[in-house]
């Protein structure tokens, strides 16, 4: 789950390469996450399958809004940007 900031504005998405996509987002490739700012990975999982992963993902695009930040919140209260090949915090 990437954000633009603190509360701000949220993305679901999946991916079989996550350092890769965070990248890809993190240089403001054109489109709702450049539009919105949305670059800081705030929380992940991984999943043994991709159907796996999909279905999750589209659970979660489902779930209201402050499901997904109590989410992020009990995992990374401080919304700091997460290293997305170890998951270590990344103090910007």
């Known amino acids: 789950m990437l954000a633009s900031g603190v509360h701000g504005t ?12 965070e990248w890809q987002h993190h240089k403001s490739i054109s ?3 450049a539009r919105y700012n949305v670059k800081r990975l705030v929380w992940f999982e991984h999943h043994q399958t991709m159907q796996a992963a999909i279905q999750r993902e589209k659970n979660m695009k489902c779930w209201k809004r402050s499901w997904k930040i109590e989410l992020i919140e009990t995992h990374n209260p401080h919304w700091h940007r997460l290293c997305p090949e ?5 103090v910007d």
Not at 10 to 21: C, D, F, K, Q
Not at 86 to 90: D, L, Q
């Open 10 to 21: 949220l993305y679901i998405g999946v991916t079989s390469n996550l350092p890769a996509r």
């Open 31 to 33: 489109g709702f996450t």
């Open 86 to 90: 170890t998951g270590a915090v990344i």
